[in-house]
Structure formats: structure tokens, C-alpha cells
């Protein structure tokens, strides 16, 4: 891992190095000009494509390239060639900082798909916006990203290039704790988190409302991520007689948590967030993990009108990974770039004026379409409109859409 | 229902498999000083040997009781070739460099032979599902152990009552606890130093690769990184045992495992440690612990030797 970080941080030096470069060679304008007259634009895709969390890293890259793809197939924006480029941030967010300066000193990008973890997003936004270089997140759920800090009592948007297409952990955390206390008639919780940005975020809002319901948290814990022997906490969960486990994270860890809650003796369900919603928390979990529940963000992308282009170009796309859990979003998030700089390109006759990147952030927030995951535009935060949340159970060793919805307070 | 006697016995799991680890840690550091960062990664590669075995050697379905030794003898041949290959050509031609030298190619080996896995391993870019022994909990009055765990129970005392034997009373051993006390002497006396060391290496990576099994049926997954932090882990419970001594790293590995398990489990019920009790919080208690038993104990708990040189 060490290794890794060393080449990220050669590559961020020669980042740097390509930034002064950039410097001296003001003449050029906004896109490179390709032979045939056209312009090539770049969309940046910063995701986890290596580790624990690779599969959803590797989901959102292969839909944010069909997106672009199928943009340059259907001549979308004139004379606009849409080119992705890829790098891998690990889940760590020293990487996608790193990551967010590369994208900023190629003078070709003009807005960036991820990343996959709020952590990551944290660190790389304020290297965007100083670039006025736009970020549209598929799966980012914390709500300090665009209401700020103090979002609970007064909401402020920090940084004006940063938008996002799935729903905040303000509504998702409340959507599985009305569910857990309402659907499944479970009433005493022990709460557990990874204290990241993400799985901590969450957990609290899960917890605020459980106890408002009524509920009881009968425990709370706080994991180490960098383990995978749970049993002491397994144990705690046991003799604190609780029915259910709420966990705030991921399904690297989700999966052998859960799996050794039950060895413990607590046959009780473990629920979680979009984090542990991927085929590879039922492989982690095993057998004993039917039964378990999460939440994700959107309707079952499966089971859409809207989807069923999306869901047949990828699978005819090839790609030897699955779309997972923000495929929809990601390819959401990408069109959402790609109708900007239409807009952009359109407003400035047909061509990308000097100052792309600014007027791509500023007509994002105008922009509104019909997606794969429904209809796509932003409000004054930079988060969806579209606020729908899904619970899904495993049965069989599948995920089983059993409840769409919203959370309305 | 008491909790203690089932955390007492998550520690001591957890424990033995330090143990197993912290061996190779130890033999290799009392017999040639030098702190072999792989080892973590031969702990990991032996895990991956035993998988590889199972998967592609055995036919779909073998039994598991059969299958088990064979994945043993798998993850141990895996675990000793890239040891012994380590020692050879990464560690021999250093012997008489400074010290860190070597000490500084044990950790580019460590990242080598992980991205190796991550890189050329099949489907090795996520964690891989392990074989399970088949067969439900066990319960004892309150404390539930699993299948899995049993393996761990059976094995690490027997292979430390083996380890223990070998080095008493077998002529290589005699020549190791030789080669520990002064390797000059020892040379002068007609022991072939060369041949101790590469069997030090070749023991720590056997019992490397039976911890490396045991993690694989105690959790159902391995992945390119667990040996990371477990054979720092296991390195802490050389020194915490005291380094260079091998009853020192079993007994370092249970007291570690035990007071990470029992951190997790009542510091919070402490008033006032609320925050200070949960299993993030769990190595830093245990680092503590290391801290406090080195001030009191600098050579660790059963160690004879003042560390001298590192």
C-alpha cells in the first residue's frame, strides 16, 4: 500500500509539474483540438478501482464510460468528443486529494464523476472548487458535503462546484429507522459504526430517529476497519439482548460483522446503508446473512422504465464487472456533466469558450433531464431532487427489493 | 449472562493466532537479529496456498477433513518456499550489511509479495471466501465456540509442544540455541550456521502458514492485506513476550489477544471512559500495555536478553 502511495505521490508532483506547464502556455484554449476538427472533453471518474471497496469503485467507472460513450454514439453535444479518464483513490482520502489535483492541472477536464466515500469527497472538494472545476458525486450520502457542518441547525453550502445525485444520510438514516420500528416491529438497537465520515454520519441520524420512534439503543460500538475479528463485539451484541444491529459503514467489514454476530448466538438482523449494498456483503456475510437488510439510494434500478436502456447497454457493453450499487447514479451523475457542457457549448455558438470550466459548474445547477434513476436536477444545495430511498433484504443470496420510498420527517 | 468467560476465550482465539505468527518473528530475530517485516506476508501467502489447494488441486466437494491437511501441507509449502527463497537470496547477501539494510528489504519484500497477490492472484483484488469446516457452534455453559475455532484450539498448543521439543532436544535445535547465544563459536564448533538459519525461516513460516489457515477458517475470507496488520500485531507480541525467546511469543500472543478482546468488552463500562471503550479504541489500549510492560520489563515478559541491537 505504501508502494501505491508513493507512485500517488510522484503522480501528484508531476501533477504539480504540469500545473506550472500549464502556466506558460496560456494561449491554448479551454479543449484540445483533435485532428478532425472536433474537441475531445474529459470527465474524470475518482473512485475506489483497487481494495476492499472495488466493487462499486469499478460499477461507477464502467457506467460514468457508457455514459460518455453513448454521448459521442448519439453526437449529443456537437462537435464534442466526451473521453473518461479513471483514477483509482483506494478509499483513502489523501489519494483522492491527490487525485482531485491531477484532474484540476489537465486542462481538459471539465467535471469529475465520485468519488465513492464522503471521506474522500471531503478532501478533494475544496481542490475543485478553487479550480471552479464541478464534481457531481453518485453515491456521497453525507449531508455535511453541501448543508455544511452545522446542517442539522443551519444549513450553508460550502463549496458552490460540488453536486450529487443520490439522496443524504439526513433522510436515509431516518428512512431505515422508521422502517426497522414500524415494518419489522424491532424496538431495541445496538448501534454500530466504522467512525468514518460516512458510517458515523449515518449511524446518527439512524439513532436520532429510532429513539424518536420510540426504540431503544440498548449498546453502541465503534469498529476498527483495519480488523476483521469482531468477536468481542459480537459477543457484547449477544448479551445486550438487542433485535436488531444497525451498522454504519461498509460492506468490507459489514459482511464479517454480521456473519459473526450470528456465530455468536444473536440471531438477530443486521441492517446497514447503501455502504453494505453489494453482492459482495452476501459473500462476505455467508449463509447466515439472509435476512439482513439495507437501504439504498433510488428505486431498484431492475425494476424501472427508465432503467431498462441503461441495464441492457451495459450488459451489451461487455464490461466484466456489474454496475452494482450506483451504476444508475454514476451514469446519472456523468449525463448531468455531459448536459452542461451541452448547454455551455450551446449558449457560446457552438464551441467551448475560455472560461469552460466556471460556466460548466454554473449551468449544472440548471440542469435537469430524465435519467436511468428518474428525473435528475439539483437544488440549492447541489442535492437531488429526486430523494427516493429503497430498503432491500437478502433472500436466497440475493438482495430483494422490499420497500421504495422517501422519509418526509 | 456472565460475558466474561466467552471474551476470555475470543482473547485467547484471537491470541494463539498472534502466537503463531509472533514464532516466526522471534526465531528469526534470536537467531540472525533481524526483524523480518515479510513475515506478515508469509502468514498471508500460506493462507493463500491452502486456498489455492482447495480450489484447484482438490476435486469440487471434497470433504473438508480431508481436505484440511492437504491445505496445511499446501500453505505450508507456499509459506517455507518464498521464506526460504527470502533468506537466500533477499537476506543472505546481506548478512554482514549494516543493519538496516536488510531491515529495509524485509519491508520492500512485504509490499513486493502483497501487490504480487493483488496483482496476479485470481479474483485476489477483493477478499476471498475460505473454506468452512462444516458442523455448528459448540457450547461449554455460557461460552460458544465455532467450528472453525476448534482448529485453532487443537492446533497451536500441539505445534507449540512440538516447536518446544525440537529445539530442547533434536540436534538442529541444539544448534539454534547455539547459533542464538553466539554465532561465531557456534560456527567454530562445527554447527553449519547457514543451515540453522534457513531452518529458523523455514519453522516461522510453517507456523505461519498454519495461522494462516486457522485465520481462513476462523473468519470464512483472506485478502492481499490481512497479513499487514496482523504481523504487526504478532510483532508486537514477540516484543511484548520478549524477542528471541519462542514460549515468550505464544505467551505475548495470548496476552495481547486477551487485552485487546477485554478492552473492546469493559473499558467502556468504566465511568467516565465512555469514549475511550470501544474496539477502535481496542490497540490503543494494548499498545499501552506493551508500553507499561517494557518500561517495567525492558527484555518483555519471559525474555532473557536486553535487546541490544535492532
Known amino acids: ?409 | 449472562m456472565n460475558e466474561l468467560p466467552q471474551q476470555l476465550v475470543n482473547g485467547l482465539l484471537l491470541g494463539s493466532m498472534y502466537g503463531l505468527v509472533a514464532i516466526g518473528y522471534t526465531m528469526v530475530y534470536g537467531i540472525v537479529q533481524l526483524i523480518n517485516f515479510a513475515h506478515g506476508e508469509i502468514f498471508m501467502t500460506g493462507a493463500f496456498g491452502a486456498l489455492t489447494v482447495y480450489l484447484y488441486i482438490l476435486p469440487n466437494g471434497t470433504s473438508m477433513w480431508i481436505a484440511l491437511p492437504l491445505m496445511l501441507i499446501g500453505a505450508a509449502l507456499v509459506s517455507t518456499t518464498i521464506a526460504v527463497g527470502a533468506e537466500r537470496f533477499a537476506y543472505r547477501p546481506l548478512r554482514n550489511a549494516p543493519r538496516l539494510a536488510p531491515l529495509i528489504t524485509a519491508i520492500g519484500l512485504s509490499l513486493a509479495l502483497q501487490q504480487a497477490v493483488w496483482a496476479w492472484y485470481p479474483h485476489a483484488k477483493s477478499a476471498l471466501t475460505f473454506p468452512e469446516i462444516p458442523g455448528g457452534p459448540f457450547h461449554i455453559g455460557d461460552v460458544t465456540i465455532q467450528t472453525g475455532d476448534i482448529f485453532l484450539l487443537v492446533v497451536a498448543p500441539i505445534s507449540m509442544g512440538v516447536l518446544a521439543y525440537f529445539v530442547m532436544k533434536t540436534r538442529t535445535g541444539r544448534g539454534m540455541q547455539a547459533t542464538a547465544q553466539d554465532p561465531d563459536t557456534a560456527k567454530l564448533m562445527g554447527i553449519n550456521t547457514d543451515r540453522i538459519i534457513v531452518v529458523a525461516f523455514a519453522l516461522g513460516a510453517i507456523f505461519a502458514a498454519i495461522g494462516g489457515v486457522a485465520y481462513g477458517l476462523k473468519y470464512g475470507q483472506i485478502d492481499f492485506r490481512m497479513g499487514f496488520i496482523l504481523g504487526l500485531k504478532a510483532f508486537t507480541a514477540a516484543v511484548l513476550g520478549g524477542i528471541g525467546n519462542i514460549y515468550g511469543a505464544m505467551i505475548g500472543g495470548l496476552v495481547l489477544g486477551v487485552a485487546e478482546t477485554l478492552a473492546t468488552a469493559y473499558i467502556a463500562d468504566i465511568p467516565g471512559m465512555d469514549q475511550f471503550g470501544s474496539q477502535s479504541w481496542a490497540d490503543v489500549w494494548a499498545f499501552v500495555l506493551l508500553i507499561l510492560v517494557l518500561l517495567f520489563r525492558p527484555q518483555g515478559l519471559l525474555g532473557e536478553r536486553v535487546a541490544d541491537r535492532a
Open chain 1, 1 to 409: 500500500m505504501r508502494q501505491r502511495s508513493l507512485i500517488a505521490i510522484t503522480a501528484a508532483l508531476a501533477a504539480g509539474a504540469l500545473t506550472l506547464t500549464a502556466c506558460g502556455s496560456r494561449d491554448e484554449d479551454g479543449g484540445s483540438d483533435s485532428g478532425s476538427g472536433g474537441t475531445t472533453v474529459t470527465i474524470g471518474v475518482d473512485a475506489p478501482l483497487t481494495g476492499d471497496l472495488s466493487a462499486l469503485g469499478l460499477g461507477i467507472k464502467n457506467s460514468a464510460d457508457l455514459a460518455a460513450k453513448t454521448a459521442n454514439k448519439e453526437k449529443v453535444v456537437d462537435g464534442v468528443t466526451f473521453k473518461v479518464e479513471a483514477l483509482d483513490d483506494q478509499a483513502q482520502p489523501s489519494s483522492g486529494q491527490q487525485n482531485a489535483t491531477k484532474f484540476v492541472a489537465d486542462k481538459n477536464v471539465l467535471g469529475v464523476v465520485g468519488p465513492l466515500n464522503s471521506s474522500v469527497a471531503e478532501s478533494m472538494q475544496k481542490v475543485f472548487d478553487d479550480a471552479k472545476l464541478v464534481e457531481v458525486s453518485p453515491a456521497n450520502t453525507n449531508p455535511a458535503l453541501t448543508q455544511g457542518t452545522d446542517w442539522q441547525t443551519s444549513k450553508a453550502r460550502p463549496y458552490k462546484s460540488y453536486f450529487r445525485t443520490s439522496t443524504t444520510d439526513a433522510i436515509q438514516g431516518p428512512f431505515a429507522a422508521q422502517y426497522v420500528y414500524n415494518d419489522s416491529k424491532k424496538k431495541k438497537v445496538f448501534v454500530i459504526d466504522d467512525k468514518k465520515t460516512y458510517g458515523a454520519g449515518l449511524a446518527a441520524t439512524f439513532t436520532d430517529e429510532f429513539k424518536k420512534l420510540g426504540g431503544t439503543v440498548v449498546g453502541t460500538e465503534h469498529i476498527n476497519p483495519d480488523t476483521k475479528d469482531f468477536s468481542a463485539v459480537a459477543t457484547k451484541v449477544k448479551n445486550s439482548g438487542a433485535d436488531v444491529v444497525y451498522y454504519g459503514g461498509e460492506y468490507p467489514q459489514a459482511g464479517p460483522l454480521s456473519k459473526q454476530i450470528k456465530a455468536a448466538g444473536a440471531k438477530v438482523p443486521l441492517v446497514g446503508g447503501d455502504g453494505i449494498y453489494s453482492a459482495d456483503f452476501i459473500k462476505l456475510a455467508g449463509a447466515s446473512g439472509g435476512g439482513d437488510l439495507a437501504t439504498s439510494v433510488g428505486a431498484p434500478v431492475e425494476e424501472l422504465a427508465s432503467a431498462k436502456e441503461f441495464v441492457a447497454n451495459y450488459k451489451n457493453a461487455g464490461y466484466k464487472e456489474a454496475y452494482e450499487a450506483y451504476g444508475g447514479y454514476s451514469y446519472d451523475s456523468t449525463w448531468a456533466i455531459i448536459e452542461a457542457v451541452k448547454k455551455v457549448v450551446e449558449d457560446n455558438d457552438g464551441k467551448l469558450p475560455d472560461d469552460a470550466r466556471a460556466q460548466v459548474a454554473a449551468a449544472m445547477q440548471g440542469v435537469s433531464f430524465d435519467g436511468v434513476t428518474g428525473k435528475v436536477s439539483f437544488d440549492e444545495y447541489g442535492d437531488a431532487t429526486n430523494k427516493q430511498l429503497t430498503v432491500y433484504a437478502v433472500e436466497n443470496g440475493d438482495w430483494k427489493a422490499v420497500k421504495s420510498g422517501t422519509y418526509t420527517g
